[in-house]
């Protein structure tokens, strides 16, 4: 079945510091890939998607890039603030059906002022 | 716009009784899905409607879980027997229908917190 690896557990910054979590997936056929984060007791937000291959998604200064060559969509972002401190989930969902998300693991990232 | 509401926020149950958790979509979403959350699995799907239609139960377990959908304003998680082990976040999500081929973006509530002692 499909799948979705989140390298990172937990990652730990100071602030301004540049933000890579790596995201690896697999799938049969062509998902769309999207990233949520989850603040304590929230529900996971959409943050954003991308649906094919070189799409770049952002939101809040957070990008990805779908890498179908690498079945890749690395969540990176420049300069990270306190305010970032989340559990942040990679998804993907099946191609060619309206159809459930299945999501990584999480990555915990905690950033220090 | 309120987004998706989840009732009760945390519910506690001893074990052997029944649990019933309350979801209510965006408005104009017609798609439903049921989530539970851990720690050890993580996000896991339980089961979907679309237009108020069951879809997809391939997460619920076969025994003592249940979902309905009785009309496009709400969604129930039914739980029977509860067990210690059930004891989890149960998310609701919805979404919308946006044409083409591609997966839907889901709107998830805050979540239940279920307790079973």
């Known amino acids: 079945g499909d799948s979705v690896t989140q390298t990172e557990g937990q990652v730990a910054l100071s602030e301004e510091d540049f933000l890579t979590i790596h995201c690896n997936y697999s799938?049969?056929?062509?998902?769309?890939l999207f990233w949520y984060v989850q603040y304590p007791g929230e529900g996971p937000q959409f943050l954003f998607r991308?649906?094919?291959?070189?799409e770049k998604g952002s939101s809040r200064g957070f990008e990805a890039t779908y890498d179908k060559g690498t079945t890749s969509f690395h969540l990176r972002k420049a300069s990270v603030q306190e305010s970032d401190s989340a559990v942040y989930y990679c998804?993907?969902?099946?191609?060619?059906?309206?159809?459930?998300?299945?999501f990584g693991a999480g990555t915990r990232l905690a950033v220090c002022p | 716009n309120a987004g998706v509401i989840q009732t009760p926020r945390h519910k506690v149950t001893g074990k052997g009784q029944e649990a019933t958790l309350w979801c209510e979509p965006i408005?104009?979403?017609?798609?439903v899905f049921w989530y539970r959350q851990t720690i050890v699995q993580g996000l896991e799907f339980l089961t979907y409607?679309?237009?108020?239609?069951?879809?997809?139960d391939s997460g619920m377990p076969k025994e003592r879980f249940s979902a309905q959908m009785p009309n496009q304003s709400h969604s129930t998680l039914k739980i029977q027997s509860t067990q210690p082990q059930d004891s989890a976040v149960y998310l609701c999500?919805?979404?919308?229908?946006?044409?083409?081929?591609?997966?839907?973006?889901?709107?998830f509530g805050s979540g239940t917190r279920l307790t079973v002692l």
């Open positions: 999500a919805s979404s919308s229908r946006t044409g083409g081929a591609r997966a839907e973006t889901l709107y």
């Open positions: 799938a049969s056929g062509y998902p769309a």
């Open positions: 991308a649906s094919r291959d070189k």
């Open positions: 998804a993907l969902g099946e191609s060619g059906s309206f159809n459930k998300l299945t």
């Open positions: 408005s104009g979403h017609s798609a």
């Open positions: 409607f679309r237009n108020q239609a069951p879809i997809d």
